[in-house]
């Protein structure tokens, strides 16, 4: 049997950083476990950049304004302890990533260049062009790849063993042989990724961001925090919803309607193009829905307006995000606007960790970082820029802290693991036996097309309890459907299956907790209740996993020193 002290499971940013600290601790055995090779992570198709108050190009920026931005950016849900801790941290790790080898792009005097971003007061965000997760993402697996750490490519995590409130492995499945493991750890990182997959029709994420650790989690009984807060960033290309950086309008792109108006000046006179996420994405969609775009249906857009900045900044800064509009649109940014509607993009609750310091989750040993995890520093509305840095900040405690709590494990000698590794080989054998009447792509599309026209950029209440019901639905449904393909070989169908059996899950909690947030609050925009709430709602929300679906309660927000405000741009 595979046996680790720390198993981690997921290689992007945030597991890759847990894995390098964790294997700091010689005392310790560190595995990494993810379903992807590790440099194909979503984290490598980060754009934009990565916040850090280096006061670089404006000296008046500091931890403590990246602070207050972060919780203004938050709409006030966002914990402010944790908030303070990330943004003081923000600045070491952007050099200890600079040592390790990140290629930032440089200031004419050779210090690391900074960017304007959404929602934050100065020039804050660190870049490598438009390509920044990549070059983190390869940087920190060479480093792993360096220190020795181990890797378990291509392995789907399936379940989470746990005993008396404690973590005691994985089962998991090795993809290229089909053969079902369960697997030892005393240890258990979750460092997954998010859900946005849920919206599958409208996405920028990676077709495997689909929310596995959480549901994991969620099934295994540690609650899900948040989960009815999810970023729909502005600017996806019209026809796929590939992402188009913020960082297009941090170098001054203009959001243009069909009168030919830079209309953000009717929603963030201030701000404009660089108001946070949720304002202008909901800008955006206003101007379609008021009939101030172009095309109908899911192909209406606006228009992203780049000309003005000159060819050489948009090959110099921009190239990907050129590239992806000529391959994707047709459309060379230098010579037409790009075509843009809002896409789903980043999932801001996740698996409940209860202690910022060191990401342990109410199971004695589940950490969890990263997207999965909600710490919670993003709150109602992430900060682009600021997803990068949380899972460099609290990877890197969790990893130690982790390490340190294996160490001090005793050895399991109690726990039935073949018992448990032949069930989960019963289960899986009878799936790939299993004769379906349903077909895949009918209830991933329905449940995608019900979340993003029920629970997506506006809410109400009668379409989400409409939602509620279909998603119910298809649950009943997914118990008819089959894997299709009772192969052992990469059995892609089977990942396929188990992945929509977790997104169908997040969708019933996402649709159950947003229909109970009676407020607007960041991403969480209600029609019928168009204020926020902060008598009633200043509070995060826990999901419980229950047969009949989600079970729900409320915990506090901390506050340290930032009182809530309106939330003007
Ligand atoms: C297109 C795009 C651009 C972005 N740009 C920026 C930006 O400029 N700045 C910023 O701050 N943020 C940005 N973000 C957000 C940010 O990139 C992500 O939130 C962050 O990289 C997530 O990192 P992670 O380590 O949590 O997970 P991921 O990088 O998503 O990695 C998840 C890992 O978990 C593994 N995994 C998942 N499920 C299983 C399973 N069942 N079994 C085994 N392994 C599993 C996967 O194989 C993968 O290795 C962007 C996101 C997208 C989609």
Known sequence: MLSYDVLIVGAGGGGLMAALEANKNKNVKVGVITKVYPTR?????AQGGINAALANVDPSDSPEVHAFDTVKGSDYLGDQDAIEFMCEEAPKRIYELEHMGVPFSRL??????????????????????????HVMLHTMY???LKEGVEFLNEWYVHE?????????????????????HAIKAKAVVFATGGYARVYWVRNSNAIGSTGDGIAICYRAGIPVKDIEFVQFHPTGLRSTGILVTEGARGEGGYLINNKGERFMANYAPN????????????????????????????NA???????????????????????????FEGVDPIEEPIPVRPTAHYSMGGIHV?????????????????????????????????????????????????????????????????????????????????????????????????MWDKVGIFREEGPMKEAIEKIKELKER????????????FNTALINYLELGNLLDLAEAIAVTAEMRKESRGAHARRDYPKRDDENFLKHSLAYYTEDGPKVEYIDVKITKYQPQERKY
């Open 41 to 45: 992570s979503h984290t490598g198709a």
């Open 108 to 133: 004419p005097d050779g210090r690391i260049a900074q960017r304007p971003f959404g929602g934050a007061g100065f020039p804050r965000t660190c870049y490598a062009a438009d390509k920044t997760g």
């Open 142 to 144: 060479e480093q792993c």
């Open 160 to 180: 989470l063993l746990i005993d008396n409130n404690e973590a005691k492995g994985v089962i998991a499945i090795d993809i290229r042989t089909g053969e079902v």
């Open 271 to 298: 701000k404009m193009e660089l108001a946070p996420r949720d304002m202008v994405a909901r800008a955006i969609e206003t101007e379609i829905l008021e009939g101030r775009g172009w095309g109908e249906g899911m």
């Open 301 to 327: 857009y606006v228009h992203l307006d780049l000309r003005h900045l000159g060819a050489q900044k948009i090959k110099e800064r921009l190239p990907q995000i050129r590239m992806l509009a000529i391959d």
């Open 354 to 450: 209860e202690d910022y310091k060191t990401s342990m989750t109410p199971v004695k040993g589940v950490f969890a970082v990263g997207e999965c995890a909600c710490v919670s520093v993003h709150g109602a509305n992430r900060l682009g820029g600021n997803s990068l840095l949380d899972i460099v900040v609290f990877g890197k405690p969790a990893g130690a802290a982790a390490a340190e709590y294996a160490e001090n494990m005793p050895e399991d000698t109690t726990y039935n693991y073949k018992a448990e590794e032949e069930r989960a080989k019963a289960e899986i054998e009878a799936l790939l036996k299993k004769e379906g009447t349903e077909n895949i792509n009918e209830i991933r599309t329905e449940m995608a097309q019900t």
């Open 478 to 489: 997914y118990k008819n459907l089959a894997p299709g393909d009772s192969s052992k070989l």
